[in-house]
């Protein structure tokens, strides 16, 4: 990495982030949580791929939550500003949201 690319970087964050894997900054090490929390959202997309249904709530529920979380994010928005996502998951519910700017971030990156 290049010294401007790097002070760039450096002025983008409170730390450095400990790598940065396919442009995405890495900020903490892998550990048994997030190592599990990987291999459940991996299970949860290979199950998807097979049906396309949620593997752990029943599909018109998981619809529901996700309708209701994107009328707060509307009531309490307007048209360009940020949001960000945590837990961002596969952004069903952000998608929906194109009048705004939106960001995710999700502890894996199997999604």
Request: hydrophobic share 35%; proline share 5%; net charge negative.
């Amino acid at each position: 990495m290049t010294a401007l690319k790097q002070s760039q970087r450096s002025s983008l964050y409170r730390v450095d982030p400990l790598r940065v894997e396919d442009g995405i900054p890495v900020f903490s090490a892998a550990d048994r949580y997030t190592e599990n929390y990987t291999q459940i959202a991996k299970d949860h997309i290979d199950r998807m791929s097979e049906d396309s249904a949620n593997p752990w709530i029943p599909d018109e529920l998981w619809q529901e939550l996700e309708a209701s979380t994107r009328a707060l994010v509307r009531k309490y928005s307007r048209p360009g500003q940020k949001i960000l996502d945590v837990g961002v998951s596969l952004a069903r519910v952000i998608e929906q949201c194109p009048e705004l700017d939106r960001y995710g971030i999700d502890i894996s990156r199997a999604i």
